[in-house]
């Protein structure tokens, strides 16, 4: 039988489109994503039964929240930007478009991003009375709230000012951060690699694969930083706000802190044949190998592969390649789950010599086009998101 979409399995049910979605989230139903009518689809079968079974009496958890939005759908192992498969875009655009495409519904070169001359030189102000050792995404948070206090338009909601709002404000994240290279060019990847490393990029293809990370990571639906982040937006908070939120979530580490751990495990490792005795000891000790496992893609995640196969054709006998092999062999071993796309982030870090925390810093920048996004899609609708407290009477 032809799957049906969501509108039928809803009748059938007889239950509004959020539940249904929420049904999703609890594994009562199975989904997949068609990319070609930007729809989700359901196995008849699997609803029939379940409309003959009742309603599950459980009532929903609160984490079991459906939002709609038309952003980015998640198919079988990757994403699709507003229909659009997110590993071709990576391959042919580069970052700045596929902004443009989550915030506007289009690919379009607006030309290099700059932040206001005001704004970029009040938030290095205040990055020069940091200390030198903090980490990226914490420079960042304090940028954000910088660049906020000397945006005159910051509470504009119009959708052009708040995309040029976006613009500015991750090119200005990105210029706050102390310089240790000369850029190539005023693209993002180029900017934030000189803000990341001391040495250039080798060519157009090292840049090309950050380039590819941003893209990659630039939304992933509703994570729990963009939930935050819509939350935010819902109650008309501003955008330099609602990033704000983004990334006081971002660096959790069942999150984007993911990859800084990663990075602290391979910088321990200066011997492949440690691999095993550093995993195990993880193992036995109840510690999660990071990077590893996706709540999503439970059979592997198609943006980490492909990161993963671009990082080996350009480096395939680097030390901290060598030593990531090792690390996906044994994990494999022991049938452990597939690695997720903060695996490559942390790796590209240690190939191309960027600091320490540089795997969250690409991704805060990444996610900030994707908060953008959903902050566009808040503004735009009359609801403030207000979930409500189950309380065990409930149940």
Known sequence: MEWIDAKSAAERLGVKPATLYAYVSRGVLHRRFDPGDRRSLFDPAEVERLARRGRPRRAPAPTEIAIESRITALGEDRPYYRGHDALE?????????????????????????????????????????????????????????????????????????????????????VEALPELSEPLDRSVAAMLWSRLSARRPAGAYELKVLDTALILLADHELASSTFAARVAASARADPYAVVGCGLGVLGGPMHGGSSLALERMLAEITDPAAVPRVVGDRLRRGEPVPGFGHAVYKSGDARAAHLWRMLRTIAPVHPKVIVAETILSELRIRRLPEFNSDFPLAVLGGVFDMIPGAGEAVFAVARTAGWVAHALEEYASDTLIRPRAITPADR
Do not use: K, N
Request: glycine share 8%; hydrophobic share 45%.
């Open 89 to 173: 875009l990576a391959d042919c655009h580069g970052f700045e478009e596929v902004a443009e495409l989550l915030w506007c519904g289009e690919l379009s070169d607006t030309g290099p991003w700059r932040c206001r001359a005001a704004s970029a030189a009040t938030a290095r102000t205040v990055q020069g009375a940091l200390p030198g050792e903090l980490l990226p995404l914490d420079r960042l948070q304090i940028a954000v709230a910088a660049l906020a206090v000397s945006d005159p338009l910051r509470f504009e909601r119009d959708p052009d000012a708040v995309a040029a709002t976006g613009r500015t404000l991750i090119a200005g994240m």
